[in-house]
């Protein structure tokens, strides 16, 4: 029995074959670092921004009530237990802007907000060593003064932090667009190929969030609300997972292998 001449051979040669491989694990790891730049920037642009607001709101919430009892409009005790008291608030209302990573990572630091009475604990034993009921008039005025103080200031290390993932976030945002530029312009067809890039896009980062949004919930089954890690690598997987399966699922309903 004769072996078939190269010309009446069907199918790629083993070296085509090979090439098609490597290209389409090329395209692969192109597609994921696409989905996981995005998913970076939908999180910590947004975050940056949220952190900015945050701290603009608490010191111009403190600056008002800090006038409001040099006017005498409000004693000293008064205007400290309603700035303590609108931080907490303002602090509550930027988590619940902020994303699955950049919330654990704030309960990580600080499960929730210090309330009044821990302060004046903290800062009597802190300035004069005493109970909270053991300070003199003068000694309780001076907790006030620095719970108003404080009050206005926020974790410098944090919010360079957020500024500095906030900048990441627009070069991967910008990365993830250059890739997929890339890959709907060096595509046969086209239309085809960006249609497959937003399937992929959009099933990344819902996968990508939905299992953040699980991992830091505070009755989650995987992380808990404080491990920021953990979320960190449970929205990475989602991300991957989902932008797996639309692929998978994109090639198995148009039948094609290439764009």
């Given at each position: 029995?004769?072996?078939?001449?190269?010309?009446?051979?069907?199918?790629?040669?083993?070296?085509?074959?090979?090439?098609?491989?490597?290209?389409?694990?090329?395209?692969?790891?192109?597609?994921?670092?696409?989905?996981?730049?995005?998913?970076?920037?939908?999180?910590?642009?947004?975050?940056?921004?949220?952190?900015?607001?945050?701290?603009?709101?608490?010191?111009?919430?403190?600056?008002?009530?800090?006038?409001?009892?040099?006017?005498?409009?409000?004693?000293?005790?008064?205007?400290?237990?309603?700035?303590a008291t609108l931080r907490n608030q303002i602090m509550e209302w930027a988590r619940a802007r902020t994303s699955d990573v950049g919330?654990?990572?704030?309960?990580?630091?600080?499960?929730?907000?210090?309330?009044?009475?821990?302060?004046?604990?903290?800062?009597?034993?802190?300035?004069?060593?005493?109970?909270?009921?053991?300070?003199?008039?003068?000694?309780?005025?001076?907790?006030?003064?620095?719970?108003?103080?404080?009050?206005?200031?926020?974790?410098p290390e944090v919010d360079a932090l957020l500024r500095g993932l906030g900048a990441a976030g627009r070069g991967l945002a910008a990365?993830?667009?250059?890739?997929?530029?890339?890959?709907?312009?060096?595509?046969?067809?086209?239309?085809?190929?960006?249609?497959?890039?937003?399937?992929?896009?959009?099933?990344?980062?819902?996968?990508?969030?939905?299992?953040?949004?699980?991992?830091?919930?505070?009755?989650?089954?995987?992380?808990?609300?404080?491990?920021?890690?953990?979320?960190?690598?449970?929205?990475?997987?989602?991300?991957?997972?989902?932008?797996?399966?639309?692929?998978?699922?994109?090639?198995?309903?148009?039948?094609?292998?290439?764009?």
């Amino acid at each position: 029995m004769t072996e078939p001449s190269s010309a009446t051979r069907t199918g790629p040669s083993p070296g085509q074959a090979a090439d098609r491989t490597g290209a389409r694990a090329l395209d692969s790891a192109l597609e994921q670092l696409e989905v996981q730049a995005a998913a970076f920037a939908a999180r910590f642009i947004p975050d940056a921004a949220t952190r900015a607001e945050y701290r603009r709101a608490v010191v111009s919430a403190v600056d008002d009530i800090r006038h409001e009892v040099d006017r005498g409009q409000i004693s000293l005790e008064q205007g400290a237990t309603r700035a303590a008291t609108l931080r907490n608030q303002i602090m509550e209302w930027a988590r619940a802007r902020t994303s699955d990573v950049g919330l654990a990572m704030a309960r990580e630091l600080k499960a929730e907000g210090v309330s009044f009475e821990e302060l004046v604990a903290r800062y009597a034993l802190r300035k004069f060593g005493k109970t909270a009921a053991e300070l003199t008039l003068d000694e309780r005025n001076a907790v006030m003064r620095t719970i108003l103080l404080k009050a206005a200031r926020t974790n410098p290390e944090v919010d360079a932090l957020l500024r500095g993932l906030g900048a990441a976030g627009r070069g991967l945002a910008a990365l993830s667009l250059g890739i997929m530029v890339y890959e709907v312009f060096s595509a046969k067809n086209k239309v085809r190929a960006a249609g497959h890039q937003a399937a992929l896009l959009g099933a990344g980062l819902a996968g990508s969030f939905i299992a953040g949004a699980e991992a830091t919930a505070p009755a989650g089954l995987v992380c808990g609300p404080a491990a920021p890690f953990c979320v960190g690598v449970s929205a990475l997987a989602g991300g991957v997972l989902f932008s797996l399966a639309a692929d998978f699922a994109w090639r198995r309903a148009t039948g094609n292998d290439d764009d």
